[in-house]
């Protein structure tokens, strides 16, 4: 399965109802689930964003409806990044010519 991370940013109606994030946080990991996909972990972090999501997917398409699942409930808005381990950098460093 592939890594990726989401930095999630609350919206406007994701911070006046900050108090269900909790139970966001649950119900979005059985969504991923659904979908094939796993969320990993997730850590509340201080700056630009308001937290991340660690997700492991099979693929591109899966990690992306498992993004926009998440977004389309209107509570946040997020950037998700392709994560390589250290072998698969390896790996990919190898081919090179």
Avoid at 66 to 88: C, H, I, P, W, Y
């Amino acid at each position: 399965m592939a890594t990726y991370i989401s930095l999630l940013r609350y919206t406007h109606q994701g911070v006046t109802s900050i108090k269900e994030g909790p139970g966001r946080v649950d119900a979005a990991r059985k969504v991923y689930a659904e979908l094939g996909a796993e969320l990993k972990a997730v850590y509340f972090v201080m700056g630009r964003y308001d937290f991340l999501a660690i997700v492991e997917a099979p693929d591109e398409v899966t990690a992306a409806r498992a993004a926009l699942a998440l977004g389309s409930k209107g509570n946040v808005s997020s950037e998700t990044l392709r994560a390589f381990t250290q072998d698969e950098f390896r790996s990919i460093v190898a081919g090179l010519p």
